[in-house]
């Protein structure tokens, strides 16, 4: 009887709210909604209450539960997709530098990146730092186009290269710059050597090297490892609290302008706990218009554990609400085993303690492991753990790990673990063009099909961008950010299968699938109307596709064009 009642709500409930409930707050009516529901994959109308979806339906169906306060959204036709959700996006600490940094993102020529130091110094103070965190890549810049350039401009050379030190200087002759490339290498004008007292390599953290050209001059560019450049980096000065806080908001709401409603945040380098006091702050005002889950990496060096322990004394997973949770810990979890393959019995075992505690306290894991060729090392400890402390429940994953074989896979899977797949080989992937095994790089197609649970994202801003449409392009076309093919069809997901990932796929990864991820009667009311048909519109044409109304819980937290009067104002 329990089954035949559920079946019928399951039914009823899509189409008519029951008789006994108020009518919905919003309809939204006239639309190409795409529900990721495998039930029903496309409807025209839903309505929302309370902040939650009611009923999906056809427009007459929907229009039927209008009440006297209900609010009317005609979406003229537009694609409605569910929130995009970026399972692996470094966004707390983005947040906190994006209302005082320059962003290089999309930047399409040098010129135009140098553009923004120079715009930049018009509005900044003298002596104001201009600092581009990374974020953006070499491929990047195709060509240098001026707006008059003829009869240049049709034979103008491409231009994959970094700036010099001279260009920086001429676009920002009063302000201290800085430009930092990935992890490995920056560039720094001679007023932010001298701010920083770095004249010779002994002033450098770590094993950073200042570069020399042909005739042993220095070029003002820094080169070095991961950790040198994260070294650096925390040398430069940090936004005060205030920034910190509007940096949040604003970037925030650009994650929404790209129809972004939730992300997975792994911690990261140069963001420690004392940084979370800014989303802190946004979610005490009920001011966050993206969901976020958090997890902790372990810091300081050796001393991890301890560090862990103590933060989590008081923060049992899964605390927290809708719009922020805890999440567990990575993707960071020791120092000793960060992108390192070939690590010792002792660092093995120091790890193997973390996990299994981690485990004993049901917390999620996000682990950073780049490569195929070691991530047996990792996987042994996770089967071990596996032995004494049960995870399948636990949704622990691994991030990026590219050349994932199906052998690993299938480790994954019988452990009950997820994987997190970004687009780094967007800007990364041709320095390995004629490696044949980049045509199946990321295998997500063989992980669908043997069953891991698979989330989408970018692992913005230092080393990629956070535009959610130009990690969908690249996971339908395979092309580098200079239009090269690296990827080929057996890899290659459909448009509603990338989609699937970047929505349901994502939300697995904080336990959210129930609860959001798809178009679903009684399923949070986060959605994107967009300004192309996603499902329709030429591949091409999917990086460049942005949001026209984006809502969290029902609430419309971005409105542009035809839908810009609609826009909710925050509590
Ligand atoms: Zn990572």
Redesign the pocket.
């Known amino acids: 009887m329990k089954e035949l009642i559920a079946a019928v709500i399951g039914v009823t409930a899509l189409l008519v709210t029951p008789a006994w409930s108020q009518s919905p707050d919003i309809l939204l009516i006239n639309g190409k909604i795409v529900t990721v529901d495998d039930q029903f994959p496309t409807r025209e109308a839903l309505a929302i209450r309370d902040g939650r979806i009611v009923a999906l339906g056809t427009t007459a169906e929907i229009r039927k539960l209008a009440g006297a306060k209900s609010r009317l959204i005609d979406l003229q036709g537009h694609t409605v997709i569910p929130g995009l959700i970026d399972s ?1 996006m470094h966004a707390i600490r983005a947040a906190l530098s994006f209302s005082t940094e320059v962003n290089w993102i999309g930047a399409s020529s040098l010129a135009e990146a140098i553009g923004r130091i120079h715009q930049a110094s018009q509005t900044m103070k003298p002596g104001a730092w201009l600092i581009v965190a990374g974020g953006w890549n070499v491929q990047q810049f195709k060509a240098q186009r001026a707006q008059s350039c003829d009869p240049f401009c049709a034979t103008s050379p491409e231009e994959k290269r970094r700036p010099t030190q001279a260009e920086l200087l001429a676009a920002a002759p009063n302000n201290p710059v800085y430009v930092q490339l990935g992890y490995g290498w920056v560039m720094m004008t001679p007023a932010a050597l001298k701010a920083l007292n770095i004249a010779d390599d002994s002033d450098l953290p770590s094993v950073g090297k200042l570069d020399r050209d042909a005739n042993g001059n220095l070029t003002g560019g820094i080169s070095g490892g991961n950790n040198a450049i994260v070294a650096l980096f925390d040398k430069l000065p940090k936004p005060n609290f205030e920034e910190q806080v509007e940096g949040t908001k604003r970037f925030f709401r650009e994650l929404n302008r790209l129809g972004i409603t939730g992300v997975v945040d ?1 911690g ?1 380098n140069n963001v420690g706990p004392e940084d979370y006091q800014a989303v802190f702050k946004v979610w005490r005002e009920g001011q966050m218009t993206v969901r976020v889950a958090y997890s902790l990496c372990g810091d300081p060096p050796g001393a991890e554990f301890a560090e862990l322990k103590d933060l989590t004394q008081m923060l049992p997973m899964g605390f927290g609400d809708d719009m922020l949770r805890f999440n567990g810990l990575g ?2 979890i020791a120092w000793a085993m960060n992108n390192n393959n070939k690590p010792s019995d002792a660092e093995k075992q120091k790890y193997y303690e973390i996990a299994r505690w981690a485990a004993e306290r049901g917390m999620s894991i996000t682990m ?1 492991w ?1 490569n195929e060729e070691s991530v047996d090392q990792l996987l042994t400890i996770f089967e071990r753990v596996n032995k004494e402390v049960p995870i399948a429940g636990l949704r622990w994953s691994i ?2 790990l590219n050349n994932a074989s199906p052998e690993s896979l299938r480790r994954m899977k019988a452990l009950g673990m997820g994987w997190t797949v970004q687009d780094s080989l967007y800007f990364s992937g041709e320095q390995l063009r004629n490696t044949p095994a980049v045509r199946r790089q990321p295998p997500v197609v063989t992980a669908k099909e043997i069953g891991v649970p698979v989330g989408a994202g970018t ?1 913005a801003h230092r080393v990629a961008s956070y535009n959610p449409f130009t990690a969908l392009q690249w996971f339908l076309d395979g092309k580098s950010v200079s239009g090269i093919a690296l990827r080929g069809p057996e890899e290659t997901p459909g448009r509603i299968d990338a989609l699937r990932l970047y929505t349901l796929g994502s939300a697995w990864f904080s336990r959210d699938e129930n609860k959001r991820g798809s178009l679903a009667a009684g399923k949070l009311a986060d959605l994107a109307v967009l300004t192309k048909d996603y499902a329709t519109v030429p591949v091409e044409e999917v990086g460049g596709i942005e949001s026209l109304l984006t809502m969290v819980g029902g609430k419309v937290v971005y409105a542009a064009g035809p839908f810009a009067q609609l826009e909710d104002k925050l509590k």
């Open positions: 692996h792994p990261g993707e960071r950073h780049p991030a990026h692992d």
